[in-house]
């Protein structure tokens, strides 16, 4: 968390800052398709501000100027890319690149100082290793927060109205801190205070770098500031407690800290938003809920939740790839340009941002057809599943701690479905808001009755 949130910080300040300013007229873009700059010192930055978000401002461009456009961070030239198939040409040249490193880097964690190959390798299988061995012997964990939401929610009346951000917010953050860094946080108050300062760090970071607004207030700037001082300071205590024990739960900050990594690197999980995303479209759609409902009872009968059984539930992956590019879970990621690169006819310039605009790739209807219909069927089709997977949210090159965001959610799916309809609140439009993840604007409402 904390060098994500670094990585994030750096990588947003590199956006915003004068970096190596160069007059735009001087390289008009380097014959990229796209906009000049609306002001000489922000480059574009106004209107990516006057559209609302970078993602809202990407669709916009796309729409005008096609696959490949181009625009100004202050002096920096950006291009971005909009179509799996210019996607494809940017990610995979050489095919030895990490796809989760080309596609989710930016967004779930950093990986400082390059490294090289056999570096890069070895801290893959040590993520790798280190996520199997959290789910393995963290199961049971995983099962009984679960099913203490399950009794929360049969609790309640059929009228009530569940504030499903909220309680997703709650189960995601018991369910990270405790697989991710221990029986620290079976503390309630412990849980809370991690989650006030991973809240104030993460709304600055999704937005306070981008629109330059944190620099102009001192009293944010603090805030954010002190937050991330008090995260550091917890994972140097639990990375302290743990070095050199034996204890009888293995978490993730295990394999870490048994790597000898000097960088602390802490996972953040999409968990939040892919729970919450994943039971609103399920409220929206009786069907598809009676299809994955069918399906848990198929696999899990009268009997127990298992890792080996969560593996056959082929339509519950479904309903999960589809939350994933149907809310564009993730709508932005970038790399910066090595070397100088060609996409299609043009030249992209070495030291170029670029950025691949998942959230207007995921709703392509050359790709997707229907694209804003939630519609888990769609990956039925081994073609579609093949482009999703190229784009790093499934398949082989499926990254391990979203390995980890599908696992826990697919339990959680399990055992709600199991016993719960969800319902949708009538008249309740979400509002979305894009910045590093989206998510929803306001509280989203549901309601669940019993299914026995």
Known sequence: MLDFA?????????????????????RQAA???????????????????????????????????????SFWFGGRLVVSLGTVDVLKQHINPSKTLDPFETILKSLLRYQSGGGSVSENHM??????NGVTNSLKSNFALLLKLSEELLDKWL?????????????????????VTQMVMGSTFEDDQE???FQKNHGTVWSEIGKGFLDGSLDKNTTRKKQYEDALMQLESILKNIIKERKGKNFSQHV???????????????????????????????????EVQKKLYEEIEQVFGNGPITPEKIEQLRYCRHVLCETVRTAKLTPVSARLQDIEGKIDQFIIPRETLV??????????PNTWPSPHRFDPDRFDDELVMKTFSSLGFSGTQECPELRFAYMVTTVLLSVLVKRLHLLSVEGQVIETKYELVTSSREEAWITVSKRY
Not at 123 to 128: A, F, G, H, T
Not at 163 to 171: A, D, N, R, T, Y
Request: negative net charge; aromatic residues 12%; charged residues 15%.
């Open 6 to 26: 670094i990585f994030a910080v750096t990588f947003l300040l590199a956006l915003v800052g004068a970096v190596l300013y160069l007059y735009p007229a001087s």
């Open 31 to 69: 014959g990229i398709p796209g906009i000049t700059p609306t002001e000489e010192k922000d480059g574009n930055l106004p209107d990516i501000v006057n559209s609302g978000s970078l993602h809202e401002f990407l669709v916009n461009l796309h729409e005008r100027y096609g696959p490949v456009v």
């Open 123 to 128: 801290r893959k299988n040590l993520y790798e």
């Open 155 to 175: 609790s309640y009346p059929e009228s009530q109205h569940v504030p499903l951000s909220q309680h997703m917010l709650g189960f995601a953050m018991k369910s």
């Open 191 to 193: 849980v809370v205070r």
């Open 252 to 286: 993730f900050i295990d394999s870490l800290v048994q790597g000898n990594l000097n960088d602390q690197q802490v996972i953040f999980f999409l968990l939040y938003t892919l729970c919450t995303w994943a039971i609103c479209f399920l409220t929206t759609s009786e």
């Open 355 to 364: 950025l691949y605009a998942l959230g207007v790739v995921l709703q392509d």
